[in-house]
Nanobody, 127 residues
Framework: QEQLVESGGGLVQAGDSLLLSCVTSRRTVRNYAMGWCRQAPGKERELVATITTGGTTGYADSVKGRFTISRDNAKNTLYLRMNSLKPEDTALYYC?????????????????????WGQGTQVTVSS
């Protein structure tokens, strides 16, 4: 079982920024493709950002241009920088990881690509 521990969520106003962090093991951050998923109340989970071991990134249309995913292998940490936050970004945000390989980055935006999940960190954006 891979360990993924998220932090950085909170209550912010529309237009604000937040930086989410996911601390994991040295093996995971170096060898797994990783992503951020969110689930709003009453809605299905949505994979919003992904990064491969080679550093290729992909984003859901709903966050493209506002969110940036990155990883710091030296700190064993995955990040999600969220700018220009909107009330519809309110959700529980999960860190995810996978050893599966896909040739297309869009395939890493599929929920079924990720067998490993953290416990989540809550992000609430007020209008």
């Amino acid at each position: 079982q891979e360990q993924l521990v998220e932090s950085g969520g909170g209550l912010v106003q529309a237009g604000d920024s937040l930086l989410l962090s996911c601390v994991t093991s040295r093996r995971t951050v170096r060898n797994y493709a990783m992503g951020w998923c969110r689930q709003a109340p009453g809605k299905e989970r949505e994979l919003v950002a992904t990064i491969t071991t080679g550093g290729t990134t992909g984003y859901a249309d709903s966050v493209k241009g506002r969110f940036t995913i990155s990883r710091d292998n030296a700190k064993n940490t995955l990040y999600l920088r969220m700018n220009s936050l909107k009330p519809e970004d309110t959700a529980l945000y999960y860190c995810t990881a996978t050893l599966k390989y896909y040739s297309e980055i869009d395939d890493y935006l599929r929920l079924d690509a990720y067998p490993y999940w953290g416990q989540g960190t809550q992000v609430t954006v007020s209008s």
